[in-house]
Nanobody, 124 residues
Framework: QVQLVVSGGGLVQAGCSLRLSCAASGRTFSYYAMGWFRQAPGKEREFVAVISWSGDSLAYADSVKGRFTISRDNAENTVYLQMNSLKPEDTAVYYC?????????????????WGQGTLVTVSS
């Protein structure tokens, strides 16, 4: 099983940027597709972005497309989420996840391992 540690959340104003990081340890990182998900207060956890093990395949939720970028560094066992032009509706706890399933399956909020989550708060 892979272990995931998330960092980089915080409080920012609308229009600003943040970068989240997710460091993996344990099983071989490059075997896993990686994803970011978020859960706003009172709402269900939702898909944000996913990247295949090779980095060749990416997918984004419509709500973040064009503003967020997912990337990975297999040499550093880390996946990133660059968030630009943040909006108050992006406020949520953000989770990193790993899966050996297809990325289409991950988009259904399904994963083999989850990180602890980090709070992102965007003020208006």
């Amino acid at each position: 099983q892979v272990q995931l540690v998330v960092s980089g959340g915080g409080l920012v104003q609308a229009g600003c940027s943040l970068r989240l990081s997710c460091a993996a340890s344990g099983r071989t990182f490059s075997y896993y597709a990686m994803g970011w998900f978020r859960q706003a207060p009172g709402k269900e956890r939702e898909f944000v972005a996913v990247i295949s093990w090779s980095g060749d395949s990416l997918a984004y939720a419509d709500s973040v497309k064009g503003r967020f970028t997912i990337s990975r560094d297999n040499a550093e066992n880390t996946v990133y989420l660059q968030m630009n032009s943040l909006k108050p509706e992006d406020t949520a706890v953000y989770y990193c996840a790993a899966s050996q399933q297809k990325i289409a399956t991950m988009m259904g909020v399904s994963a083999d391992a989850w990180g602890q989550g980090t709070l992102v708060t965007v003020s208006s």
